[in-house]
Nanobody, 121 residues
């Protein structure tokens, strides 16, 4: 499965951005991770493609919304109330089936190229 992420850019604190990730095929779970400079890659959110169940990191819960368009096989991340600490390279990822360790980046087989999100204060 090939993943193509887009939609990053510059936003002010309190603003919004929407990321997209187009997939070449369907998988069981798709999600978003991010990596800030000097930090490890961290889980943001994921969705079980068929069931539609969503999971979020505590740091983004209530501000970010993950969704998918099954017809387009595209994943989205709507980011509202952005904070400077949301600044990072955001990656979309996918794996064939659901796992309880959905928050662990090592569980994902496929990765997009990353898109930079910068939030200014």
């Amino acid at each position: 499965v090939q993943l193509q992420a887009s939609g990053g850019g510059l936003a002010q604190a309190g603003g919004s951005l929407r990321l997209s990730c187009a997939a070449s095929g369907r998988t069981g779970v798709m999600g978003w991770f991010r990596q800030a400079p000097g930090k490890e890659r961290e889980f943001v959110a994921c969705i079980r493609w068929d069931a539609g169940m969503k999971y979020y990191a505590d740091s983004v819960k209530g501000r970010f919304t993950i969704s998918r368009d099954s017809a387009k096989v595209t994943l989205y991340l709507q980011m509202n109330s952005l904070k400077p600490e949301d600044t990072a390279v955001y990656y979309c990822a996918a794996r064939p089936v659901y796992t309880l360790r959905y928050y662990d980046s090592e569980q994902y087989h496929f990765w997009g190229q990353g898109t930079l999100v910068t939030v200014s204060s």
